[in-house]
T-cell receptor
Framework: NAGVTQTPKFQVLKTGQSMTLQCAQDMNHNSMYWYRQDPGMGLRLIYYSASEGTTDKGEVPNGYNVSRLNKREFSLRLESAAPSQTSVYFC?????????????FGPGTRLTVT | ELKVEQNPLFLSMQEGKNYTIYCNYSTTSDRLYWYRQDPGKSLESLFVLLSNGAVKQEGRLMASLDTKARLSTLHITAAVHDLSATYFCAVDKGGSEKLVFGKGTKLTVNP
């Protein structure tokens, strides 16, 4: 049981390049999320998916697109990377347990855009 | 819009001392979560608080929830160096599967 996995762990891009961050979970959760973490800003939600085939914008969606490929996988795409997208990106999945939302996080992707 | 505020944002304390981290939120919610993040690592769930008056304890950490005051506290007893980390609270945005996170409290425990 691997939980939530993300690839790659590190990435350096030049401004204008594109890339896709991959995320997969093996906990049979319906909900999946992409967050970014910047110093002093906590975690901010980029996009959210409540189930396969559905996605919803979060707090900071501009410059990103997502795909919920199936129940397990949720990818985040940067079409034209900008230095402001330098950040640590976390994928998460969640399930309801006894009324609470148990959210599990992947190990993160450290992205630098030069 | 739901806002979650933690204070302090930075906390430096000596081993053996007690301290409390506060988490205030702006709208009604009965569910609050605490997470721990070690440097360069991911977030790990610490506590899930699901009702007014809920109290959970693990080791030197105790979390409580007062939904009427819209306040949760994370109390540290007799701090040790291993507790050095960043602690986040998050509030369940009622009716959705989304959490709103505070900015985190970076705790440093000095020998």
């Amino acid at each position: 049981n691997a939980g939530v996995t993300q690839t790659p762990k590190f990435q350096v891009l030049k401004t204008g390049q594109s890339m896709t961050l991959q995320c997969a979970q093996d906990m049979n959760h319906n909900s999946m999320y992409w967050y970014r973490q910047d110093p002093g800003m906590g975690l901010r939600l980029i996009y959210y998916s409540a189930s396969e085939g559905t996605t919803d914008k979060g707090e900071v969606p501009n410059g990103y697109n997502v795909s919920r490929l199936n129940k397990r996988e949720f990818s985040l795409r940067l079409e034209s990377a900008a230095p402001s997208q330098t950040s640590v990106y976390f994928c998460a999945s969640s399930g309801r347990l006894a009324g609470g939302l148990e959210q599990y996080f992947g190990p993160g992707t450290r992205l630098t855009v030069t | 819009e739901l806002k979650v505020e933690q204070n302090p944002l930075f906390l430096s304390m000596q081993e053996g001392k007690n301290y409390t981290i506060y988490c205030n939120y702006s709208t009604t919610s009965d569910r609050l979560y605490w997470y721990r993040q070690d440097p360069g690592k991911s977030l790990e769930s610490l506590f899930v608080l699901l009702s007014n008056g809920a109290v959970k304890q693990e080791g030197r950490l105790m979390a409580s929830l007062d939904t009427k005051a819209r306040l949760s506290t994370l109390h540290i007893t007799a701090a040790v160096h291993d507790l050095s980390a960043t602690y986040f609270c998050a509030v369940d945005k009622g009716g959705s599967e989304k959490l709103v996170f505070g900015k985190g409290t970076k705790l440093t425990v000095n020998p």
